[in-house]
């Protein structure tokens, strides 16, 4: 059963071959077999979780299922969930017991899906590794000895292990596409501003996304349609219906133009990376598109403008946690100035009090101008190169990571070189555009994302590109050894 697809679970659900109890008791006995290896889930719940698929076999029964009922899915643990801990990957939140439910967690609920747990993190979702996790490092299915990627490994991990068919994530410089590539796995960064943030707790506010992680494009059409949509509660959520995203998913590719950035393929990408890459524009070629250079001029400062604007906004959006109002407060406080210095300073690990700094030093009276407004204007530059480019081409592709995962502890003291891991995703959010990462091949024995970048809300045409790929080749189809 674990090997189906979300599709195929959903189809096996509506014939009555098996139930969402039974298919949510499979999953929850992997998690139990696997996960303490993999550690990929921060909360099971498992009592929540068999308590929805009863209802969902109950709503399967009565006729007016949908195909995201009586699925199994992992949580990212920045979603906020009523009753369940909410960590973010932090000692600062966990205790935290959220009092409500997230627009995402909400709408996924309304659907029918089964929560069986909250994942593993990044430390409020900065990291690239999931070394940055109060709760210890997730092991990467395929090598165990190395990383997932991050911020969103646990989610990645626990879909490439196949001990749920999708999950969460929420990717704010790749955090979604990252791990999905060191995986295997397929992973979806929606159009900023498609999915609510509402409930998502804040890293960079004008970066972050929530998306899915699935097995198959399929599989995240139907993940995409039960998440998006607008939300008043969300100033940023925009008022634009949602498509339907499975509609267009068979559309042949004859005449797709594909961009290449000549930027993408230079200095720094591993070559075994560049040949999968090469061999999937190849089998797109067969599929009928054309590849059309092109070029995105600003790219190298895409690293640079990201590591202001981000940290500037992650100073300001946690500064809430302050030991009065959320989370870890420091015991025996002398006071307030003493209760603040330390639940902070005990409760935030190292990655996170860097990027305070570097943002609190980016908005200081005299350097906002330097740091903070400089990048905002490189910000639009890079945006527009993109926009240039959708004028000529319909999608634009390339490697999502310069190498495979890398093993645990690499980059860990070198934050400099784990930055620049994420060198080919961060441009799609400070531009806002939708993208994906998609199984391509193998280098090494280790599985390498191909990236797929669309223009702002052209989700159904990502979906489209990645399906006729995934109908052509069976890279999405494979599983890692010991999880098989
Ligand atoms: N790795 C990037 C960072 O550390 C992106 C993280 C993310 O997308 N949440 O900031």
């Given at each position: 059963m674990h090997q189906k697809t979300l599709v195929e679970l959903s189809a096996g659900m509506l014939q009555g071959s098996f139930s969402s109890e039974e298919l949510t008791r499979a999953c929850l006995a992997r998690i139990s077999q696997y996960d303490g290896e993999l550690n990929s889930f921060v909360t099971v719940v498992e009592a929540q979780a068999l308590a929805a698929a009863k209802a969902a076999d109950a709503r399967i029964k009565a006729g007016n299922a949908g195909p995201l009922t009586g699925i199994p899915f992992a949580h990212k643990d920045i979603f906020c969930t009523r009753g369940?801990?909410?960590?973010?990957?932090s000692m600062m939140l966990d205790n935290f017991i959220s009092p409500y439910d997230a627009t995402v967690t909400e709408k996924l609920l309304e659907a029918g899906a089964v929560m069986v747990g909250k994942t593993n993190m990044d430390e409020f979702a900065m990291g690239s590794s999931n070394e940055t996790s109060f709760y210890g490092a997730v092991k990467n299915p395929w090598d165990a000895a190395r990383v997932p990627g991050g911020s969103s490994g646990g989610s990645a991990a626990a879909v490439a292990a196949r001990l749920v068919p999708a999950g969460t994530g929420t990717d704010t410089g790749g955090s979604i596409r990252q791990p999905a590539a060191l995986c295997g796995i397929t992973g979806l960064k929606p159009t900023y501003g498609r999915v609510s943030r509402y409930g998502m707790i804040a890293f960079a506010s004008s970066l972050d996304q929530g998306g899915t992680f699935t097995r198959t494009a399929a599989d995240a059409a139907v993940m995409l349609g039960a998440m998006a949509g607008f939300d008043r509660r969300d100033s940023t959520s925009v008022d634009r219906p949602v498509d339907d995203y499975r509609r267009d998913l068979d559309v042949p590719l004859q005449g797709l133009k594909i961009g290449l950035p000549?930027?993408?393929?230079?200095?720094?990408?591993?070559a075994g990376v560049a040949a999968v890459i090469e061999a999937a524009l190849t089998e797109y070629r067969k599929l009928g598109a054309t590849i059309i250079d092109i070029t995105l001029p600003h790219t190298h400062l895409s690293v640079p403008a990201y590591y202001v604007v981000a940290p500037a906004e992650c100073s300001s959006n946690l500064?809430?946690?302050?030991?009065?109002?959320?989370g870890y407060r420091a015991r025996d406080p002398k006071d307030l100035e003493d209760l603040y210095t330390r639940s902070r300073g005990e409760g935030f690990g190292d990655e996170v009090k860097r990027r305070i700094l570097i943002g609190t030093y980016a908005l200081s009276a005299g350097y906002y101008d330097a740091y903070y407004l400089q990048a905002q204007k490189v910000r639009r530059l890079i945006r527009d190169d993109f926009l240039q480019a959708f004028e000529q081409v319909d999608v634009i592709m390339g490697p999502t990571t310069p190498s495979v995962a890398f093993k645990l502890g690499e980059k860990a003291d070198d934050p400099v070189s784990m930055y620049l891991s994420d060198i080919y995703t961060i441009a799609v959010n400070l531009a806002g555009l939708p993208a994906m990462s998609i199984p391509a091949g193998f280098s090494a024995d280790l599985p390498v994302g191909l990236h797929i970048t669309g223009n702002h809300f052209a989700e159904a045409k990502l979906l489209n590109v990645a399906h006729r790929f995934q109908q052509a080749t069976d890279w999405h189809a494979r599983s890692p050894q010991g999880f098989a």
């Open positions: 369940v801990k909410t960590s973010c990957g000549k930027e993408y393929f230079g200095e720094g990408l591993d500064s809430r946690f302050d030991g009065v109002r959320f």
